[in-house]
T-cell receptor, first 115, second 112 residues
């Protein structure tokens, strides 16, 4: 998993509760990303960060929030405003920001189930 | 509309056999094409990254080809092993890592 850790692996929450997913990397990468993966769909970008204290919305940011206070950490909060939060969440990182030739390294993922 | 289509959707082969997975894309602009392997319940792992000028790239028993004119790529797996059972995802980069277009993947099962 390339030095990226996500915790927990499985997470269960009641509808209406906010929940924070952890992502830590020790690769000294500048850029970090959050994706969600649903059956029958390709990965979709939620948020990305090119550098500490900066982050941008991806394609499906509604109902999510992030912070990037440290280079190593990029936690994702799934808020109660997210209408369909049950999914497999993947964190990734890459060196040199968004430069197109730098591959992304993924964490092991967190499977969130909201009932 | 930027799209990446993969075929077949799923494939079953016997251990030791070869197989080829296909990827067709309609993505513009085109920067590079990537193949990832994703084990069930795990994060994707990069197999290859191919730029416009590269036709073939190998990574052990995995060989990827790219035809930028026809916008097609293939991933060939030689002498398959049980550990090759996974989903193989084709991803096209439309300019930078913010603009990755992900395919749905081909689910490969290698049986003994």
């Amino acid at each position: 998993d390339g030095g990226i850790t996500q915790s927990p692996k499985y997470l269960f929450r009641k509808e209406g509760q906010n929940v924070t997913l952890s992502c830590e990397q020790n690769l000294n990468h500048d850029a970090m990303y959050w994706y969600r993966q649903d059956p029958g769909q390709g990965l979709r970008l939620i948020y990305y960060s090119q550098i500490v204290n900066d982050f941008q919305k991806g394609d499906i940011a509604e109902g999510y929030s992030v912070s990037r206070e440290k280079k190593e950490s990029f936690p994702l909060t799934v808020t109660s405003a997210q209408k369909n939060p049950t999914a497999f969440y993947l964190c990734a990182s890459s060196t040199q920001g968004l430069a197109d030739t730098y591959e992304q390294y993924f964490g092991p993922g967190t499977r969130l189930t909201v009932t | 509309k930027n799209q990446v289509e993969q075929s077949p959707q799923s494939l079953i082969i016997l251990e030791g056999k070869n197989c080829t997975l296909q990827c067709n894309y309609t993505v513009s602009p085109f920067s590079n094409l990537r193949w990832y392997k994703q084990d069930t319940g795990r994060g994707p792992v990069s197999l290859t990254i191919m730029t416009f000028s590269e036709n073939t790239k190998s990574n052990g028993r995995y060989t990827a080809t790219l035809d930028a004119d026809t916008k097609q790529s293939s991933l060939h797996i030689t002498a398959s092993q049980l550990s090759d059972s996974a989903s193989y995802i084709c991803v096209v980069n439309a300019g930078n890592n913010r603009k990755l277009i992900w395919g749905l993947g081909t689910s490969l099962a290698v049986n003994p």
